[in-house]
């Protein structure tokens, strides 16, 4: 210590501590503004409504696209003003381009969440975490309400709710409504240079009323009629026809979702497996009923189970009939919540059925009898809920995830899935318990292998004409596919043609061989489902704003 | 009861609670408005940006005199509340984890750059440096150093370099943005002076942009030019239809490198037609028999042909030029970065001389300068001007300098630098041995960047200063010096509009980073010569030596009291000697200027005859113009607003990384891409003589089909340009290659 103390400070010393002291505050006068009345405001008076929204009115962004050259100030501002995290930006700004050789055309559009008059983030909500403000026509979110699901991201046409998983929740522009309501500009409008951003107070109902058929907010933009979208969008320039954004032909795979894919595709199996009991379940071994009643339950335990992995907060999952009257997310819930409930029935008076006559416990026997018509219970159930999931893709209005692709894909996936897990099972029992059920094992294979190859053909014939045809709807998504996940495709292809084989080694071996077979048969197709899964998520083209040059 | 239940019992749904109190704002006081409740500060100060030239007020929010947040200031005359992205995150590069914390040397074994302590590098510093000066003389070493770092900083830097340590050359990465306006300048109106003031945007009646694209490089003087209420003719002569482009009444897409034939034409246009000032130019120029004579020979047919703009736009172009009432020309990078830019920027001089468009507002023949300050640095960096604009090779400059700084007239060379590319030549000649890097980055900014890495090899001492050792060329040092940013130092910066304007310090520099300031005070004090800068004793105490080194200069700025002055007045422009205005200053005695001034007024120019010279070189052709091997010519330029200084300091946001391409794109041509069979969006391969990049398709009519864009923020661009220099500013031709391009497979 006395050491330390008497060794000479030298220049060094000096100069890191001079570094250290910050003297801004103490060297330089303060010139505060004395009120209340922030100093910016006088040039943003005009920019904001002298008056607050009537009822049938409210708030909305007007953007001034002449004024908007892409400076991008809007973006950082928002950010900086509102205090978001490090890499969260609740506003962008894309451009639009086109023209001809003589005249080009280029327009940057500064776009964040448009506050639509039917939002697309709220009606999908499951928790009601979005409330649209009466008086203001804001859509808020309920931070502490929301539990993370992010359903609201696919919902959105507009790519505005953005989740942190850091927070897990999805946080999203409110026009800085907090700002608004003392007279305060939104962060955009009081940092952009030009003046390009104000808020206007919009009559609703004439609003919805000037809607033009197909009408978009600019171009690239998603029918405005969705969501009606309350942005206003002006120019004096001349917009030429081929007007598109700056990505437009920038190829992204969109987030994986990996507890939904598995969730997706066991909770598929699961169902496929208790519509094959209920089809098999007159006049058949009790080891049928058991197999399968509990191999359907155990299958749809563990769907659900992956499936709280999606969610940024599930404890506040309970909250899910909150949004039964608009949300297919909450439909799902409480069509599975039914399933658990029959498919636990199911398996339990299969079990009985079994254990009953071998146990000489007559009142389980009796009580194996309940496992036909809650097989069917079961699968109608099910199938109910495989609905429900497909609704929620299609309720975003994604080509890509239109009603016949998807709930072909979700039913398929249920039959195949539920035919190989079926023989997979089967051949266990027939090789295990009892080896009357060879023949419904048999069966299944049979069934699995004819499902894989329509629903393979289905599939290939559909992705090579969607590749071919630039006029096709999923010919980004196929082309997305092809030109950044085609090992991915390949492998596919691979497990699908192994599937097959795998299924035809099963039906030509009895026993533990035969059951082997089966049990890889079932496990290369569902690898291949869940790369189709992986597929169905990632290769989605997802609306959005138009973006910036994208590379 | 019910508090307790509403505890226990979670509501229906949740209004409120930690999650939605994150982003609760509360009253901001001190005139900011609402803030996060979080980023509440407890006081506030004004401080410069500290990315380009502009010079935009920032409002730093503090908490116990630590910067916690920002916003743009309204009360600077500046920028009036506004910021460009880049402001607005400017705090977020300093809290960066690769800052430089320590001194790195690299160690000869393992090539890994390792921390030492200052005392170790000080002593390595100075003995290498006095090791190559002892063997190889004065002239063996150099420095090449920045507009990024304060004035104060770059005046101890260049007099310790050629006072101190009696090293001859040195130069900085100015030369690749403004040397082209200090020269023209300087030959035409005998100072380097900028003359107008961002006043001129709002009241000019037209408005011509000539490589320049305000709505990228400086939105914040492009939200002036939208202030503007005159209805303004706002003319844009670019090679492409930039944002500006979009925005301008007029745009000239003329071939790339055809502007000095445009501006000649145009001049023999107005001269002809008899739209110029007489009298204007009979009382303040010399050399218009001469210019009359040149410009003759650009007729309008040949102009047309040269430029691709029709006869009849250029008439109308100048027709536009002489209706005008207050016309104002503005030049950025697209001239100041040619093999003849020079004569290019004197040019647009000459128009706005023989129309009389100077020295009245909403005129001028204006330079926007690149870096927050350039200006500083073509003052008193001591680089090419001795201290204050005065001239080295003048017995009487010197000897008023070695006056005012207590230095001994002998230690002030008489010979100036050599320039950026004649260092880097002197690099290759084996002359220059040692070379001391500060703030910049020439491994990615240097042109011909290839060449540049080849060459710092042969050096037997490289030192760079930065606030990152990630930097290219720091990657490349032997030795790298810790520096203090923006933010974490005082100083001064100078602005376009010759604004000078305060730097604070509301950040702890990370670890041992010291100021630029500090440093060069160490290296004094262990090259021996600590003495010689006694005066140099805090960044402010160096302003004062530098005010009166700037008396009776026309950069004159004795009439500033000090660095509280300057907090005071919103940042004062040079010249200000005092004395003639009007509102008494706040605190003391001293008169405080009108906000926003201008020069030449009077019509009196700096040269001795009190006139402005009209100069013209015939044009000459491009030195390396594409041909049938290399078809296409490559523009290098700004792609966004978001980028900065070969993104050492943008690259550390999160939130400006989202404002542009990770990758390298190039802008073709629809026609072009047709032909070459590059879908939009494809990989390319683009290669120059020297070297070759890929980059990923932008098909977009805003390019003309002879030329290709790519911007210059990804580092591969300046391994593909050709090295052509301005003869008289030795400026780098940064925008004209020739290249070909192919779609990768």
């Not at chain 1, 002006?234 to 894919?261: C, F, Q, S, V, Y």
């Not at chain 1, 199996?269 to 339950?297: H, I, K, N, R």
């Not at chain 1, 090992?487 to 009895?510: D, E, K, N, W």
């Not at chain 2, 790519?710 to 290249?739: E, G, I, R, W």
Request: net charge neutral.
């Amino acid at each position: 210590m006395t050491m330390l103390d008497e060794t000479p400070r030298t220049l060094i010393d000096d100069l890191l501590d001079e570094q250290q002291r910050l003297t801004a505050v103490e060297r330089f006068s303060r010139k505060h503004d004395a009120d209340g009345v922030p100093a910016q405001a006088r040039f943003y008076r005009d920019l904001i409504p002298l008056e607050k929204p009537r009822t049938g009115q409210q708030y909305a962004f007007a953007v001034d696209l002449d004024a908007c050259t892409g400076c991008k100030a809007c973006v950082s501002a928002c950010h900086s003003l509102n205090g978001l995290d490090e890499d969260e930006i609740w506003r962008n700004v894309g451009v639009l381009h086109g023209g001809t050789g003589e005249a080009p055309y280029q327009q940057t559009v500064t776009t964040a969440c448009h506050h639509c008059v039917e939002p697309g983030c709220l009606e999908g909500c499951p928790v009601m975490a979005y409330d649209k403000d009466a008086a203001t026509g804001v859509v808020r979110h309920l931070d502490d309400q929301c539990i993370g699901c992010q359903y609201c991201v696919l919902k959105c046409p507009y790519d505005v709710p953005k989740y942190s998983a850091k927070r897990g929740i999805v946080r999203k522009c409110d026009m800085c409504s907090s700002r608004l309501a003392v007279g305060e500009a939104p962060a955009c409008v009081r940092s952009c240079p030009t003046q390009a951003i104000r808020i206007d107070v919009i009559d609703t109902e004439k609003f919805e009323r000037a809607l033009r058929p197909g009408e978009t907010l600019v171009p690239g933009a998603f029918d405005s009629h969705y969501t009606k979208p309350t942005t206003r969008y002006r120019t004096t320039k001349p917009m030429p026809a081929n007007a598109r954004p700056g990505d437009a032909h920038h190829l992204r795979l969109e987030d994986a979702h990996w507890p939904l894919i598995f969730m997706l595709v066991l909770t598929q199996m699961s169902v496929g497996v208790a519509l094959t009991l209920a089809v098999l379940s007159f006049g058949t071994s009790p080891a049928v009923g058991a197999t399968l009643g509990m191999g359907s339950f155990a299958i749809l335990q563990a769907g659900l189970a992956v499936s709280v992995l999606h969610l940024g907060r599930p404890l506040g999952a309970w909250r899910f009939f909150l949004g039964l009257r608009t949300s297919w997310m909450s439909r799902e819930i409480l069509a599975f919540g039914l399933l658990a409930g029959a498919s636990a029935g199911c398996a339990l008076t299969g079990m009985a059925g079994w254990l009953g006559p071998r146990w000489a416990v007559r009142y389980l026997s009796a009580i194996g009898e309940m496992t036909a018509p809650l097989a069917w219970m079961t699968a109608v159930l099910g199938m109910g809920a495989v609905y429900c999931s497909g609704m929620i893709y299609i309720d975003t209005r994604r080509p890509f995830w239109r009603a016949a692709m998807t709930l072909l894909k979700f039913f398929g996936a249920a039959l195949l899935l539920g035919a190989m897990a079926s023989a997979g099972l089967l051949h266990w029992a027939a090789a295990t318990l009892d080896s009357a059920v060879a023949a419904e094992a048999l069966g299944c294979g049979i069934a699995a292998t004819l499902i894989l190859v329509a629903l393979f053909g289905w599939e290939a014939a559909g992705f090579i004409s969607a590749l071919r045809d630039p006029g096709s709807t999923d010919h980004r998504s196929a082309l997305t596919l092809w030109n950044l996940r085609r090992p991915l495709l390949i492998t596919r292809v691979a497990l699908f043609a192994a599937s097959a084989a795998l299924g035809l080694v099963a039906a030509s071996h009895g026993g533990i061989a035969g059951a082997i077979a089966a049990t890889a048969a079932c496990a290369t197709a569902t690898a291949a489902q869940i790369i189709e899964r992986y597929f169905f998520f990632t290769a989605v083209i997802a609306p959005r704003m138009p973006g910036g040059v994208a590379a | 009861m019910n508090a307790i239940a509403d505890k226990l019992i979670p509501p229906i749904r949740a209004w409120d609670g930690a999650l939605t109190q994150d982003l609760v704002q509360h009253p901001g006081d001190f005139g900011l408005g609402r803030v996060p409740a979080r980023l509440a500060p407890d006081d506030t100060t004004t401080m410069v940006c500290g990315y380009c030239s502009t010079g935009c007020g920032l409002n730093i929010h503090l908490k116990d005199g630590r910067a916690i947040n920002l916003s743009a200031d309204t009360h600077y005359p500046v920028n009036l509340g506004m910021a460009c992205p880049k402001g607005w995150e400017a705090l977020t590069p300093l809290s960066a984890p690769d800052r430089a914390t320590a001194p790195l040397l690299r160690n000869t074994l393992t090539g890994e750059l390792e921390p030492i302590d200052w005392e170790r590098a000080m002593v390595l510093f100075t003995e290498r440096f006095k090791e190559i000066h002892r063997e190889h003389g004065p002239e063996s070493c150099a420095f090449l150093s920045t507009g990024q770092i304060v004035t104060e900083e770059m005046a101890l830097l260049g007099a310790l370099w050629k006072f101190g340590m009696g090293f001859v050359h040195c130069d900085s990465n100015t030369r690749q943005c403004m040397a082209t306006s200090a020269v023209a300048y300087k030959q035409s109106f005998g100072f380097d002076a900028p003359p107008y003031t961002y006043a001129d945007f709002e009241e000019s009646d037209v408005l011509i942009f000539i490589g320049s694209n305000p709505c990228i490089a400086h939105p914040i003087m492009w939200q002036r030019v939208m202030r503007n209420r005159h209805s303004p003719e706002i003319i844009v002569v670019d090679p492409r239809k930039t944002e500006t482009a979009m925005a301008a009444t007029q745009h000239f897409t003329i071939q790339p490198k055809s502007d000095l034939m445009l501006l000649y034409g145009l001049a023999n246009i107005l001269i002809a037609s008899g739209w110029i000032k007489r009298d204007y130019i009979a009382a303040h120029t010399t050399g218009y028999a001469e210019f009359r004579e040149f410009v003759a020979r650009f007729t309008p047919g040949e102009v047309s042909a040269a430029t691709g703009i029709s006869v009849e736009r250029l008439w109308r172009l100048a027709q536009t030029i002489a209706d005008g009432e207050r016309v104002s020309f503005w030049w950025t990078m697209g001239v100041n970065q040619g093999h003849e830019s020079t004569r290019t920027a004197q040019a647009i001089i000459n128009l706005a001389l023989i129309t009389g468009n100077i020295g009245r507002p909403g005129t001028g023949a204006n330079s926007i300068t690149g870096q927050c300050n350039a200006m500083g640095s073509r003052l008193f960096a001591n680089i090419t001007n001795l201290i204050g604009g005065h001239d080295f090779a003048n017995d009487a400059h010197r000897e008023k300098v070695a006056g005012v700084l207590g230095i001994r007239e002998s230690v002030i060379p008489r010979q100036s630098s050599l320039a950026y590319d004649q260092i880097v030549e002197g690099i290759r000649e084996g002359k220059i041995k040692g070379l001391w890097v500060i703030a910049t980055n020439s491994s990615h900014s240097w042109i011909h960047q290839g060449e540049f890495n080849e060459l710092v090899r042969k050096l037997d001492f490289l030192v760079v200063q930065d606030l990152y050792a990630t930097t290219e060329t720091a990657q490349r040092a032997d030795l790298v010096l810790p520096a203090a940013g923006w933010g974490e130092k005082e100083g001064t910066f100078i602005n376009s509009e010759r604004r000078i304007g305060l730097v604070k310090r509301i950040a702890h520099a990370p670890g041992q980073a010291l100021s630029d300031f500090n440093i060069c005070k160490l290296v004094a004090q262990y090259w021996g010569c600590g003495e010689m800068f006694r005066l140099w004793t805090s960044p402010e105490a160096v302003f004062q030596l530098l005010k009166d080194c700037s008396r009776g200069q026309p950069c004159d700025i004795t009439g500033i009291d000090g660095y509280r002055m300057l907090d005071e007045c919103g940042g004062v422009q040079w010249p200000w000697a005092g004395g003639t205005s009007n509102t008494q200053h706040s605190t003391s005695n001293i008169q405080s200027p009108e906000a926003e001034r201008r020069l030449f007024a009077d019509g009196r120019f700096f040269h001795a005859d009190g006139r402005a010279r009209l100069l013209f070189d015939l044009p000459r052709p491009m030195p390396e113009a594409p041909d049938a091997e290399y078809p296409f010519l490559l523009l290098t330029g700004r792609g966004t607003s978001s980028q900065w200084h070969t993104n050492t300091r943008t690259g550390k946001s999160d939130v400006l990384r989202k404002l542009y391409p990770a990758k390298a794109y190039v802008e073709i041509n629809p026609r072009v891409a047709g032909r070459l069979g590059i879908a939009p969006n494809a990989a390319v391969t683009i290669a120059s003589r020297r070297a070759s990049m890929t980059a990923t398709a932008f098909v977009t009519e805003t390019v003309q089909p002879g030329q290709i864009f790519v911007p210059m923020h990804y580092a591969a661009v300046n391994a593909l340009t050709f090295p052509a220099f301005d003869p008289h500013s030795h400026q780098p031709s940064y925008k004209a290659c020739a290249v070909s391009i192919c779609a990768e497979d």
